[in-house]
């Protein structure tokens, strides 16, 4: 059962993933030649928000992983999301807009390489 838990603190994060590559589906189908627009200050509060997410992930995973019934579980994996919810509001960021700057960072090679400088100089920052 304790295998079960960190699975789904797991899941939590990599539906925003599945997600994404839905949204992209869509979104392709709706307006296909129009470039998506991203400014820097969205990268910016993207990059703020995944440090964010990669350090609730190793706070949550491990209690997680812990936790000694699956209502303790349950209730791990409610906190990492509202900690994941905070730091998006604190951001000016919702799901989708998170969403979307991700899926421009996948496949805009030159977006996802002022992404992850700005995720490193973030991470420095820490």
Do not use: C, H, W
Not at 6 to 29: K, N
Not at 30 to 53: C, H, M, T
Not at 80 to 108: C, H, M, P, W
């Amino acid at each position: 059962m304790k295998r079960v838990i960190p699975m789904v603190l797991v899941a939590i994060f990599s539906a925003g993933l599945l997600s994404v590559a839905v949204a992209a589906q869509a979104m392709a189908q709706i307006a296909p030649n129009e470039p998506a627009k991203v400014d820097d200050q969205q990268l910016r509060s993207f990059a703020k928000v995944y440090v964010q997410v990669e350090k609730i992930r190793e706070t949550y995973a491990p209690r997680a992983k812990q936790a000694p019934g699956p209502e303790e579980g349950k209730q791990i994996q409610q906190e990492a999301e509202s900690k994941f919810q905070e730091a998006l509001t604190k951001e000016g960021l919702n799901e989708e807009s998170y969403k979307q700057i991700f899926e421009v960072a996948r496949v805009d090679q030159d977006v996802r390489k002022k992404v992850l400088q700005m995720i490193v100089e973030e991470k420095g920052k820490s």
